[in-house]
């Protein structure tokens, strides 16, 4: 097996995930109308999205002990607000609705690597 050496953030899989997931929906809300409503939406949206690469490539720089773990669980908590924002989104606009899903596969994809490594940190202590 081939073992990777983690020289920062930007190496961590849930990271890229994440940072992925910002830049998709920052293209995604460029064509979007706006209106009022979708203003505050977005403004949300954005917002929860890129806390979750801030809070992981914070808790990074924490590495050691429970305060990693936080950034963590911060971090989850943000892409989970991000696909609740995505889903409102949907609703307004059904017609971007297979965009808005690949993107929600993406952010999935980021929740999933964080639940499992919040395991694994806990499974340590």
């Known amino acids: 097996m081939i ?3 983690i020289k920062g ?3 961590l899989k849930f ?3 994440s940072f992925e997931t910002t830049k998709q ?3 995604l809300v460029k064509k979007l109308p706006m209106e009022q409503a979708t203003k505050i939406v977005v403004n949300q949206l954005i917002r929860a999205s890129s806390s979750v690469g801030a ?3 914070e808790g990074y720089g924490r590495y050691r002990g429970k305060e990693y773990e ?3 669980q911060i971090s989850l908590g943000s892409a989970n607000e991000t696909e609740y ?3 409102i989104l949907k609703e307004l606009y059904p017609k971007i609705g297979a965009t808005i899903d690949k993107i929600i596969g993406i952010n999935n994809e980021t929740v999933g690597m964080l639940v499992s490594s ?3 940190l806990r499974n340590k202590r």
Do not use: H
């Open 85 to 87: 924002w995505l889903l």
């Open 55 to 57: 809070n992981i490539a």
């Open 70 to 72: 936080r950034f963590l």
């Open 25 to 27: 929906i920052v293209g």
């Open 3 to 5: 073992s990777q050496r």
């Open 15 to 17: 990271w890229q995930k």
């Open 9 to 11: 953030y930007k190496d």
């Open 118 to 120: 919040l395991k694994t």
